[in-house]
């Protein structure tokens, strides 16, 4: 297991388009995290799973954004319907609880035309 | 609120000198850890160092060194004989302790580090 991997890494879409990422966290690591880096900026925390349990979403995740983990293993991110500012990278990461960093994916970059 | 701010935008130097990297933060608790990363041009972000709140001992990793002050809210990375590999941009992280933690990162807006040779 070489880390946290994500697929695609590049996606470009139209506006109004649906898109799906997925994240494969090292296995075993039971906490999942997905951030959004838009350009210059920080990651943004976007949510987080326990195991297959979504237990925190930032207010970010907008009713557009639906992410799930099922079984625990690896992870989904959908963003319906896109729009130009959803544009960014979405890197995925992943740990146990008693970790205090985490692994990162490379992240997937979307480009919404 | 919780919030990391990293002043330093860009910053070039030249390969061999030394530079040091701000990081401020913010914070109502008592208990929290400090992070790190680094984020080359592929866009993976690479964990450097952790540093609890009750640890304000500085650290040296090879060529990195972290300087953390409570009194300031100040957790200041400098790298020594900067090289050309060191070129990246580099985060500062705030993740709050206590059995409520989730592990969620707040991080700074970054600062964009160029090393010329």
């Known amino acids: 297991d070489t880390g946290v991997s994500q697929d695609p890494r590049h996606k470009i879409t139209k506006r109004g388009q649906n898109v799906t990422f997925r994240c494969d966290p090292i296995?075993?690591?039971?906490?999942l995290y997905w951030y959004r880096q838009t350009l210059g900026q920080g990651p943004e925390f976007l949510t987080y799973f326990q195991n297959e349990a979504q237990l925190e979403k930032s207010r970010l995740l907008s009713d557009r954004f639906s992410a799930e983990r099922p079984k625990g293993s690896f992870s989904t991110l959908e963003i319906q319907r896109t729009e130009q500012g959803d544009s960014a990278m979405y890197l995925c990461?992943?740990?146990?609880?008693?970790?205090?960093?985490?692994?990162f994916g490379s992240g997937t970059r979307l480009t919404v035309v | 609120a919780q919030k990391v701010t990293q002043a330093q935008t860009e910053i070039s130097v030249v390969e061999k000198e030394d530079v040091t990297l701000d990081c401020v933060y913010e914070?109502?608790?008592?208990?929290?850890?400090l992070f790190w990363y680094k984020q080359p041009p592929s866009g993976e972000l690479v964990f450097l160092i952790r540093?609890?709140?009750?640890?304000?001992q500085n650290e040296i990793s090879g060529r990195y060194s972290w300087n953390f002050q409570k009194s300031t809210s100040s957790f200041n990375f400098t790298i020594t004989a900067s090289q050309v590999v060191d070129s990246a941009v580099y985060f500062c992280?705030?993740?709050?302790?206590?059995?409520?933690?989730?592990?969620?990162?707040?991080f700074g807006q970054g600062t964009t580090l160029q090393v010329k040779p």
């Open positions: 990461a992943s740990s146990f609880p008693e970790d205090y960093g985490y692994t």
């Open positions: 992280a705030l993740r709050k302790d206590g059995s409520s933690n989730t592990g969620k990162l707040i």
């Open positions: 540093r609890n709140s009750f640890d304000e």
């Open positions: 296995s075993e690591h039971n906490r």
């Open positions: 914070t109502r608790d008592t208990t929290y850890y």
